[in-house]
């Protein structure tokens, strides 16, 4: 096996076993507490791949921090995102959200197959 793949299996693993979004920069810590010790052009171009290859999204972040996380097809979720720590919180709204889908649908004749929403705003210790 190369080292090539090795970084690109090690990422997913990582993915698999946190479940949740991760910073390119979480993402080389847990690398080397498996020591790993990829440059930062090979964790970006497994990445990549791992994008292409359908596993992994790019999450969006205001602050333009990468974050990313397992593609998770059976079930989708949304992110609550504060402006001012940057945290991201993974939440659920499927009942709420497939009624407002199904309104959408019947209004526009549009046939929504996949998508997120990302809320902004402040968190809960940053607000108080
Ligand atoms: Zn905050
Ligand atoms: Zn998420």
Do not use: W
């Not at 990445?47 to 097809?73: F, H, T, W």
């Not at 709420?96 to 046939?111: D, G, M, P, V, Y």
């Amino acid at each position: 096996m190369s080292k090539k793949s090795d970084i690109y299996i090690a990422i997913l693993e990582i993915f698999k076993k946190n479940k949740s979004a991760l910073l390119v920069a979480e993402i080389t810590d847990l690398l080397l507490q498996n020591n790993l010790k990829p440059n930062k052009s090979s964790i970006y171009r497994a990445i990549l791949k791992l994008e292409q290859n359908g596993l992994l999204n790019e999450v969006d972040s205001i602050s333009g921090a990468k974050r990313y996380e397992l593609v998770d097809l059976d079930h989708q979720h949304h992110h609550l995102i504060c402006k001012n720590c940057n945290k991201l919180v993974c939440i659920d709204l499927e009942d709420k959200l497939i009624s407002i889908i199904a309104n959408i649908e019947q209004k526009t004749k549009f046939k929504v197959q996949t998508g997120r929403v990302d809320f902004y705003g402040i968190c809960g210790e940053c607000g108080s």
